[in-house]
């Protein structure tokens, strides 16, 4: 199994400020590696797809980066309703895993 | 309205079944893989099921127990959960994948969730 660890666990920011939220892969997913947003009460929400697509509707204030083992997710100039759970998730092999998650606090 | 709804969450005895249903519309549901995440009370989103044309994938650790169904005719997916224990408790959202030859996409699009509770 593919194990996706995410850091930090927790990072606090400022709107305006910029994140990068990192997940790693125990073996390469190539550059099959998703980021969703989660947000209480809410469905998840796919963000990027294939490390660094914006799916449909997603600002471009985030951005994904990486391939092999070692992956980013970036937004900028933080937003309000940017406060929430980020997950990474893989589909290069079965089971499809997803990273523990990071949350966004606002400071 | 592009859009998946799922129900049949309960509350269940430990070692019981539950079917849950996932009604989806507003796209042509025969040409995507669907499935099953969860997310149990305070913890991280975790992949169930993943149900093809073909057949279905499963996570370890539901195989034997859960199996998963599509009613191409009527955009419905479902998930039969038998021999259910404390630790399936969760919310279980309904997904529907990306279109990608060859292998599973990406969940792009999810539903609301459906409670599952295994207590006795």
């Known amino acids: 199994e593919i194990v996706l660890t995410q850091s930090p666990a927790t990072l606090s920011l400022s709107p305006g400020e910029t994140a990068t939220l990192s997940c790693r892969a125990s073996?390469?997913?190539?550059?099959?590696l998703a980021w969703f947003q989660h947000k209480p009460g809410q469905a998840p929400r796919l963000l990027i797809y294939?490390?660094?697509n914006r799916a449909t509707g997603i600002p471009a204030r985030f951005s994904g980066s990486g391939s092999g083992t070692d992956f980013s997710l970036t937004i900028s100039s933080l937003e309000p309703e940017d406060f929430a759970v980020y997950y990474c998730?893989?589909?290069?092999?079965?089971?499809?895993?997803f990273g523990q998650g990071a949350r966004l606090e606002v400071k | 309205e592009v859009q998946l709804l799922e129900s049949g969450g309960a509350l269940v005895q430990p070692g019981g079944s539950l079917r849950l249903s996932c009604a989806a519309s507003?796209?042509?549901?025969?040409?995507?893989?669907m499935g099953w995440v969860r997310q149990a009370p305070g913890k991280g989103l975790e992949w169930v099921s993943v149900m093809f044309n073909w057949g279905a994938k499963y996570a370890d650790s539901v195989k034997g127990r859960f199996t998963a169904s599509r009613d191409n005719s009527k955009n419905t997916l479902s998930l039969q959960m038998d021999s259910l224990r404390a630790e399936d408790t969760a919310l279980y959202y309904c997904?529907?994948?990306?279109?990608?030859?060859?292998?599973?996409?990406?969940?792009?699009?999810w539903g609301q969730g459906t409670m599952v509770t295994v207590s006795s």
């Open positions: 073996e390469s997913v190539s550059y099959y």
């Open positions: 294939e490390t660094s």
């Open positions: 998730q893989q589909r290069s092999d079965w089971p499809l895993t």
């Open positions: 507003g796209f042509t549901f025969s040409n995507y893989a």
């Open positions: 997904v529907k994948t990306t279109a990608v030859p060859g292998r599973v996409g990406d969940f792009d699009l």
